[in-house]
């Protein structure tokens, strides 16, 4: 059973500090992981994608992928408080599919 | 361009009930998905269809059915809706493979809030 994990939360960040959010999977042949961004009673938003070791940056949010410890972890610098929310990290399975962690709910405390 | 759109956003109904979800896209894109979101808990895939023509089963697809219509839409249906449906549900498209890149993005529709009574 492919499977990704994440720490549920609520992960608790005052404003203006580092949010760090992490993901670990099961699939060592994976090679797409991305992070969404889910606000309360919305849909599943795309925040970033990445599909190399390393890190990529886009804005205030880094992503940083290493595939020999099969984790993938989303940096957002200088949190705010439109950060709340519960993110998904998602991973490339087989057939078009993507398996979906649970999410972590991150709250932004000003 | 308005995405992926689905119909309706709220539903009541009773047990034993049936009905059928839409979802539609506007972004020529090869993949869709229909998946359920319960609270607490991630997305679980009902079915997918890769491709126009397509369709295959996904995580938790006891009680559904699907129909790729076309390539723009492709609709959930529950024969006999039970409480343990109640849900809310999402319909995703994403490019899939065209002229030989596999694209495997996801974009999401508002939601079905489905409540089973």
């Known amino acids: 059973q492919k499977e990704v994990e994440q720490n549920s939360g609520p992960l608790s960040v005052p404003e203006g500090a580092i949010a760090s959010l992490n993901c670990t999977y099961s699939d060592r042949v994976s090679q797409s992981f991305f992070w969404y961004r889910q606000y309360s009673g919305k849909s599943p938003e795309l925040i970033m994608s990445?599909?190399s070791n390393g890190d990529k940056e886009d804005g205030r949010f880094t992503a940083q992928l290493n595939k020999a410890s099969q984790y993938v972890s989303l940096l957002i610098r200088d949190s705010q408080p439109s950060d709340s929310a519960t993110y998904l990290c998602a991973v490339r399975g087989s057939n078009y599919q993507l398996i979906w962690g649970a999410g972590t709910k991150l709250i932004i405390k000003p | 361009n308005a995405g992926v759109t689905q119909t309706p956003k709220f539903q009541v109904l009773k047990t034993g009930q049936s009905m059928t979800l839409q979802c539609a896209q506007d972004m020529n894109h090869n993949s869709m998905y229909w998946y359920r979101q319960d609270p607490g808990m991630g997305l679980r895939l009902i079915y997918y269809?890769?491709?126009?023509?397509?369709?295959d089963k996904g995580e938790v697809p006891n009680g559904y059915n699907v129909s790729r219509l076309n390539k723009r839409e492709f609709s959930l249906r529950l024969e006999s809706a039970a409480p343990s449906q109640t849900s809310v549900y999402f319909c995703?498209?994403?490019?899939?493979?065209?002229?030989?890149?596999?694209?495997?993005?996801?974009?999401f529709g508002p939601g079905t809030r489905l409540t089973v009574l």
């Open positions: 269809s890769a491709s126009e023509g397509t369709t």
């Open positions: 995703a498209s994403s490019p899939g493979e065209q002229q030989g890149l596999t694209t495997d993005t996801q974009y």
């Open positions: 990445i599909y």
